[in-house]
Nanobody
Framework: QMQLVESGGGLVQAGGSLRLSCAAS????????MGWFRQSPGKEREFVAV????????FAADSVKGRFTISRDNAKNTVYLQMNSLKPEDTAVYYC???????????????????WGQGTQVTVSS
């Protein structure tokens, strides 16, 4: 059973930065695309970014392009989300997820991901 554990969330002022991490186990998680989603109170969980298994392909939501960067270190079984120029509207619980091997690139919908972490809270104050 795959396990994903997010960390790095917290409270930051608008314009600040945070880096989220997602530690995955078992090691076979490095063979699959990994994504980040977020969910604000009262809203649907929305796609943020996805990275291919080798890291050579990246796709991000328009709302975070130019501000957020997804990356991965397969040697450490870890995926990162570097978030810069944070805005109050970025406040949400952020989830990492592992895509199904049969899913098609880019994996932007929740149904593409059978494995999810518990989430980490990011709060951006104005």
């Amino acid at each position: 059973q795959m396990q994903l554990v997010e960390s790095g969330g917290g409270l930051v002022q608008a314009g600040g930065s945070l880096r989220l991490s997602c530690a995955a186990s078992p090691r076979t998680s490095s063979n699959f695309p990994m994504g980040w989603f977020r969910q604000s109170p009262g809203k649907e969980r929305e796609f943020v970014a996805v990275i291919s298994w080798g890291g050579g392909r990246i796709f991000a939501a328009d709302s975070v392009k130019g501000r957020f960067t997804i990356s991965r270190d397969n040697a450490k079984n870890t995926v990162y989300l570097q978030m810069n120029s944070l805005k109050p509207e970025d406040t949400a619980v952020y989830y990492c997820a592992c895509a199904a091997p049969t899913s098609s690139w880019p994996q932007t919908t929740k149904s593409d991901y059978p494995y999810w972490g518990q989430g980490t809270q990011v709060t951006v104050s104005s």
